[in-house]
């Protein structure tokens, strides 16, 4: 991976991180248009880039984060993201290998567009409109929904937490913002241990060169993605997310095509 490649993945994982469109799963099938390597620095890059991106989160919010005083805001959070840390724990393999395969994740895109186009039909009388209302129940229940997105890459981690939300009776607004606030630990948890792996097994990758464009990547990723998310809660609370279902079924039925149909693949 050169830096003209890490910006331009930068640049789709801040716009696309927090929209539910799977930011992973664009990434993975960019990489593989762009023949990018999968060694295991991209696999560390597009998870790394992904905390950075998640950052911008706290950065917006962060009255919030750092408001010591709400102790009850961190125990949601830790009790919400703990089916992510188990369920990513168990079958890390099988993500792995499922990332691997852009067909698998344009199946997903495809799935999970048809499921946003009438998400708001099938939630019309929210209950709660504030972070405060949640319960720790509902906050677990919503971190189930989170793994969603964990065992079947492409069906994006916004997606899944925000229909979660609005499951549990959180108005979009609620319910996006609560899925901003569970990106932080579990990205932070995925990117420890990433790190940590790669420094186990693969040291040589976290050389100089590789750290530069990581650097880079992380910047681009941040900056992007604070745009993003103001976007995304102006736009989410006025009109909802059917728009967001025909993009994902669009792409996903391209690509589809393209693997099936293209004559390089004859």
Do not use: C
Not at 3 to 17: H, N, P, R
Not at 51 to 64: F, M, T
Not at 129 to 145: R, S, V
Not at 199 to 226: C, D, Q
């Amino acid at each position: 991976m050169d830096y003209i490649q890490a910006v331009f993945l930068a640049v789709i994982e801040g716009i696309t991180e927090f929209l539910p469109v799977s930011s992973t799963g664009h990434m993975v099938i960019f990489s593989s248009f762009m023949g990018i390597e999968k060694d295991e620095f991209t696999k560390l890059f597009e998870i790394v880039i992904q905390l950075a991106a998640i950052l911008s989160v706290v950065v917006i919010y962060w009255r919030k984060f750092f408001d010591f005083k709400r102790l009850g805001f961190y125990v949601k959070l830790m009790i919400a993201v703990i089916p992510a840390l188990v369920i990513g724990g168990l079958f890390k393999k099988h993500i792995e290998k499922m990332m691997e395969t852009p067909v698998v994740i344009a199946m997903m895109l495809v799935i999970g567009g048809v499921l946003l186009l009438f998400v708001d039909k099938w939630f019309t009388n929210p209950k709660i409109t504030d972070e405060t209302q949640i319960t720790n129940k509902k906050a677990l229940t919503i971190g189930f929904y989170q793994t969603l997105a964990i065992v079947f890459p492409g069906m994006s981690r916004s997606a899944s937490t925000i229909i979660g939300g609005m499951e549990q009776k959180l108005d979009r607004k609620t319910a996006a913002e609560f899925s901003f606030f569970l990106a932080v630990p579990t990205m932070l948890a995925a990117t420890v241990k990433s790190i940590f792996d790669v420094y186990k097994h693969s040291p040589e990758v976290l050389n100089t060169g590789n750290m530069g464009i990581l650097a880079v990547g992380n910047i681009v990723a941040f900056i992007v993605s604070y745009a993003s998310i103001k976007f995304l809660i102006s736009y989410l609370t006025k009109n909802g997310f059917r728009i967001f279902g025909y993009y994902r079924i669009l792409i996903g039925l391209i690509i589809l095509s393209i693997y099936f149909f293209a004559p390089t693949q004859k």
